[in-house]
């Protein structure tokens, strides 16, 4: 039992982080998610939502969920599982049940596996599509009950993670016809959201929370039941479609997007079941929004526009697909803020951190319908804009995006910059808001060596290097509009930075950068994973590159399955922390693709092979959110993190960037060049065939060989004359 002190500390402490995420227990069944547009489901290995303790279950649409019961039962009993199989590429969840052996007065009047039911779900512009296949596999008849309960509470995302309020507004519902029910909420901001639920057949019995058919199946008879569930209703909403229509259409709409990407292809089945399951994680959650495609962070917390993660993830795809940069760029340049609003942490400049569409966003009951308290999303959309602009050479794009990237650049180097001191730092406007604003967002993930909090204004170490090649690439992109002046002035921002940034946060004893300033500008000399990321941004000189290298691949940050959020020797260690010890593949994707830019291959290969051999243990080979970072044992799986998102888009784009990293892929849309620089491949793959590799306009196709530490390369196809060097 805990003593009391300690429970009024952890009270305390729970009361700092509001939008925390609560793990109460385990889900009984594995969880399956979809996902099209702003619609995604979480159903259980059955099929079902809200039939099994635990799991944030629902068919969610706009940060509300519109459906948090939806279960089959067979004669009023749960059916047996055969199988539950999401699709390669994401698209449908197929479930195997039969029915239960079925008894009447203690005898036997139904063997089980005689009824096998086929459950095929998908969701297409906001509705999830159900079809139920029946079929008597048995010799005689088979009579039976299928029943099916439903019901709606539009719980509001952050009520699902665990906040509560104090008033809702008012439910209700009404059986329309013989085969349509409407569950409606008339919300406190005024909002009416309905779901409809329609069957067809009309089932035998309706009522306003479930539906029930008798049926007799003869001897290798078959059925089907479909059920629709359609979110928000209105007189100009897209009428559902039958069900094999709109998985054609489905179908039709997900080739359509995936056309023009680059494809990887390699000597290693299960390496190409993870990035199959990667590229297809990227696909569903990448979001048709007014501006263009974005990438939606992650389900089921995050399903929503975020300027870091939407970010980090067009960088780690720019290689293999460049429209997605230009959809993140051009959203976030349409959300940037041009106002103050302290409690949406907003000042003219500040690019988005995160966007909310769900009543309690729409009442400020949460700070989130528009959100800007984010520190490096600013400079990190500045870096993007100018990697952009070196791979494709579109100088229309770049000119359309410049007066935002001058306008983020105002905004480092003023309300960024509150003090003047040159390093760009947070302090959050409001007590609503987030207490720490760098992508390690938890309470207590900016802490000094003896474990005390830091009290902000905070500069962390990875932003100033953000900020740094922010105004590398903006003064490189600043030349190709004519504005040689200044990018002039950019650059000697730069140097500059580069100097102060050394003397400050460097810290010898240690062998790495410090984490962070406080308010008082003391350092917090504490080993973290953060100085990995100041190699992705170049600030750092090579001979302390090559130290942060050494230690981030010592035992004590890197666990086997990836590099630790924290050392393990630190005070506020945790493997099953958020962000206190666990292993995140995006952050480690990042510091492979620093430890690319000063040469350091072996670590590199290090870090690749861990998260690869993490990923051949998780189910479905998807890389998560995050998982614990306890040290990797032998003939075992990685410890996974409870509530971590699955699908994460920055997860899903690690593969990626470790893959570009390792084979030093760099592009020079000015002199028509792919460079390969000290190309490596990890010896988990003896071949890499990459299809459909775009530089501008040009096409090519490669194949590379691993010979050792070395790698061949053959030019397959060359459409449009790119030129391919080598450095060794």
């Not at 095929?120 to 159900?130: D, K, P, S």
């Not at 976030?332 to 951190?353: F, M, N, V």
Request: aromatic share 10%; charged share 25%; hydrophobic share 40%.
């Amino acid at each position: 039992m805990l003593r009391q002190e300690s429970t009024a500390t952890l009270v305390e402490e729970v009361s700092e982080t509001p939008f925390y995420i609560p793990g109460t227990g385990s889900s009984t069944r594995p969880r399956r998610t979809l996902k099209h547009g702003d619609c995604f489901a979480v159903l259980d290995s059955h099929g079902d939502i809200g039939a099994s303790a635990g799991g944030p279950d629902g068919i969610f649409f706009n940060d509300t969920r519109y459906l948090s019961q939806l279960e089959m039962l067979l004669n009023g009993r749960q059916p047996l599982l055969l199988g539950s199989n999401v699709r390669d590429d994401n698209s449908i969840l197929t479930v195997d049940v039969t029915n239960p052996d079925i008894y009447v007065d203690q005898d036997l009047v139904q063997p089980k596996d005689m009824l096998h039911v086929v459950r095929t779900i998908y969701l297409w512009r906001g509705a999830a599509y159900q079809r139920l296949h029946l079929h008597n596999h048995g010799e005689r008849p088979f009579e039976f009950r299928l029943s099916l309960a439903f019901a709606s509470d539009f719980a509001d995302l952050f009520e699902v993670r665990g906040l509560r309020r104090e008033r809702r507004g008012v439910a209700e519902s009404e059986v329309v016809g013989d085969a349509c029910v409407i569950l409606a909420y008339r919300g406190l901001d005024g909002t009416r959201r309905q779901t409809k639920v329609l069957f067809a057949p009309a089932p035998d019995r309706l009522a306003e929370n479930a539906a029930s058919y008798e049926f007799e199946l003869q001897a290798n008879e078959s059925r089907s039941v479909f059920v629709t569930i359609q979110c928000n209703l209105s007189a100009d909403q897209f009428v559902p479609l039958p069900f094999r229509k709109g998985l054609r259409a489905a179908f039709q709409e997900q080739r359509s997007n995936s056309r023009g990407m680059a494809t990887v292809v390699t000597s290693n089945e299960i390496f190409n079941e993870v990035m199959c399951r990667s590229m297809a994680d990227l696909a569903i959650l990448t979001t048709t929004t007014p501006q263009g495609p974005y990438p939606y962070a992650g389900i089921p917390w995050y399903s929503t526009t975020f300027g870091r993660d939407g970010i980090i993830t067009a960088m780690q795809m720019l290689w293999c697909d460049a429209r997605i940069a230009k959809g993140v760029l051009q959203r976030l340049a349409a959300l940037q803020a041009t106002s103050l609003d302290p409690l949406a942490d907003a000042e003219p400049g500040k690019i988005l951190h995160e966007m909310r569409g769900g009543e309690m966003a729409a009442l400020r009951e949460v700070p989130f319908a528009q959100y800007y308290g984010s520190v490096d999303s600013t400079p990190l959309f500045v870096m993007l804009a100018g990697l952009y602009a070196e791979q494709t050479g579109d100088v229309e794009t770049l000119r359309e995006l410049w007066p935002h990237v001058e306008a983020a650049l105002k905004w480092i180097d003023g309300p960024g910059d509150p003090d003047g001191d040159g390093f760009v730092e947070y302090h959050r406007a409001d007590d609503k808001g987030l207490v720490n604003q760098g992508w390690k967002d938890s309470y207590d993930a900016i802490f000094h060596a003896d474990g005390s909090i830091a009290v902000g204004p905070i500069a962390l170490c990875e932003v100033q290097g953000y900020v740094y090649a922010a105004k590398r690439l903006a003064a490189k992109s600043a030349r190709r509009l004519g504005k040689h002046a200044f990018a002039d002035v950019l650059d000697t921002q730069a140097a500059r930075l580069a100097e102060r940034f050394e003397a400050t946060f460097w810290c010898e004893d240690m062998g790495t950068y410090a984490l962070a300033l406080d308010g008082e500008k003391r350092p917090c000399r504490v080993r973290t994973s953060n100085a990995g990321q100041v190699l992705f941004s170049g600030i750092a000189s090579p001979e302390r590159a090559e130290r942060v290298m050494r230690d981030l691949m010592r035992p004590s940050l890197f666990s086997g399955w990836g590099i630790r959020t924290v050392a393990r020797e630190e005070r506020r260690y945790n493997p099953m922390s958020y962000h206190n010890g666990s292993v995140w593949p995006h952050d480690n994707s990042l510091i492979a693709s620093g430890l690319a830019r000063y040469g350091h291959k072996s670590a590199i290969e290090r870090i690749f092979k861990g998260l690869f051999d993490a990923a051949s243990y998780i189910d479905l080979r998807r890389l998560p959110e995050l998982y614990c970072g306890f040290l990797r044992g032998r003939q075992r799986g990685p410890t996974l993190y409870p509530v971590a998102c699955s699908p994460q888009a920055w997860a899903a784009g690690s593969p990626l960037m470790l893959l570009q990293s390792s084979l030093g892929l760099e592009f020079d849309i000015d002199r028509n060049e792919i460079l390969l620089r000290r190309p490596r491949l990890p010896a988990f793959l003896d071949e890499v065939t990459i299809r459909n590799l775009r530089l501008g306009l040009s096409i090519a196709d490669l194949m590379l060989h691993r010979h050792g530490d070395d790698v061949s390369i053959r030019v397959l196809r060359n459409e449009g004359r790119i030129r391919f060097a080598a450095v060794y």
